[in-house]
């Protein structure tokens, strides 16, 4: 449609640019999308290839694609392919209201990697509008805006959508400790306390039952058990802060400062709001031993560290990302705040600037520096030796097809290279202490004693093929462990062999 943005974005980017572009990919069995090193760099040969469509399948249907030159970049950058929402992927038949004041419907894909969100005719014109400076803004892998992959109209309604990536992974089984909806201003909320979610309830002005801006009174729907709890969260949710270490404040407060100014000065919007999960783990059951849906959460989270001293010890993990941007500051919007003007303060309804800097402020006093960095310790340098050394532990494996396998006649096979630093389940050490061969074994040997699991042994294989190609950290063995014992009905300890390949 207009070909010449795709020569503006050629003059905008270097070759070294290019190398800083972000990629999504699959993390290990989270299901998420995370960035990582792009597949161009300063000695690739490769430029943009934009392939611009004029539709594309969502679902089972073709629909009608806007400016696509311009997200074709973005999807590109992403590696994402023409039919990644396509198919089996999505379906229309699963939109529902997301919960927010506006009422939009939205819909997850099968992965839940995507939303697929409907668009007011407010939030279409914007995005239309500021679709250019976006995408550049959005191709920084550190910013913490939600990016959008596709803008399109269904030709069965006429009504417009956007695909964007969802900001929080899906890990199925895992419970948030606390989900927030942040402002920065009166308006947040507290979507999830505890593993349970926190119901809404609105008060709105022009219901005469009712108080204005979380009344907490004796009015009919203030005293209800719902509006407390609804109100108390809202009032947790403005006035908490989330320690965090000295380099990760610095890190997440400068993509918001970036994010920030971009939407301030370049896309003059406003009412944007930060979702953030949290989940804390107390350290004593970190020491013990936690679930696999924790283990992939805590070793795939952007930002961790450890909080608080003695029994209060804790492990956090943080996930974010800036939602809903596309609001302008119009006419409606003025008189709103008009009619909020003894409203409490600081308010949502104010002009971009003014939003922008509460914004800024709110989370500059919301993430404290009173946490440290959470290490998770990485796999070291493997040579040629320790390969031919795990080369003779799997033949030795492999020979041992009935009866039960010795595992220390395999360890002693093992090179000190495959002395990994481990967070193993039964065993009571830090995270980053070093655990020995002979510790390994003594721990299998216990578990053989204990009657293992199924799959322990070929847990222990596939822990150390996986080390090799450090493709693992220690935190993902655990949720490997745990995955492939639920799955395996045979044991490398004490029983037949699986046949090859399963």
Known sequence: RRPEALSWFQKQFSATDLWRMPAFTKA??????????????PDSKQ???CKPLKEMQV??????????????????????????????????????EGGGKGGSLMAFDKKRHFIVKELSGGDHATLLKIAVPLTKHCLNKHSLLARYFAHFRRKKNGMVYVVM??????????????????????????I????????????????????????????????????????????????CTLSVAKSQREQIMSAMNADVLCLRDQLQTMDYSLLLAVLSIPYTKMKKGISS?????????????VTGKGSNKKVVAYYMGIIDYLQEWTCT????????????????TVPPTIYAHQFLSAFGRKFVEEGKPFKIAKPSEVTQEDKKALDEFISLVDKKRNGSIHIKDAMQNLPAILRPELFLKNLDIDNDQKVSSSEILDWFKGMKQREPKPGFGLSLVGFICQL??????????????????????TSFMGEDRPESGK
């Open 47 to 49: 430029w943009f290839r």
């Open 293 to 305: 849906e924790e283990s992939l959460a805590i070793s795939n989270a952007p930002y961790v560290c």
């Open 165 to 190: 990536n969802s900001v929080l992974p899906h890990i199925k089984g895992l419970s948030w400790t606390y989900l927030f909806d942040l402002k920065g201003n009166r308006d947040d909320k507290l």
């Open 28 to 41: 290990s069995d989270s299901r998420q999308l995370m960035l990582t090193k792009p597949k161009y760099g």
């Open 59 to 96: 679902g089972d249907e073709m629909v009608e694609l806007f400016q696509d030159d311009i997200f074709s970049t973005l999807r590109e950058a992403y590696q994402l392919k023409d039919d990644f929402i396509g198919g089996e992927n999505f379906s229309f038949d699963w939109m529902k």
């Open 468 to 489: 090799l190609r450090k493709e693992i950290t220690p935190l993902q063995f655990k949720a490997l462990v745990h995955k492939l014992d639920e799955k395996l009905s």
């Open 333 to 348: 919007k003025s008189i709103a705040r008009c009619i909020k003007l003894c409203a409490p303060r600081p308010k949502s």
């Open 192 to 239: 999830i306390s505890k593993g349970e979610a926190v119901p809404a309830v609105h008060n709105r002005v022009w219901n005469c039952l009712t108080c204005w801006y979380g009344c907490n009174g004796s009015c009919e729907v203030c005293t209800t058990e719902d509006r407390q709890l609804y109100f108390s969260g809202k009032l947790f949710s403005f006035t």
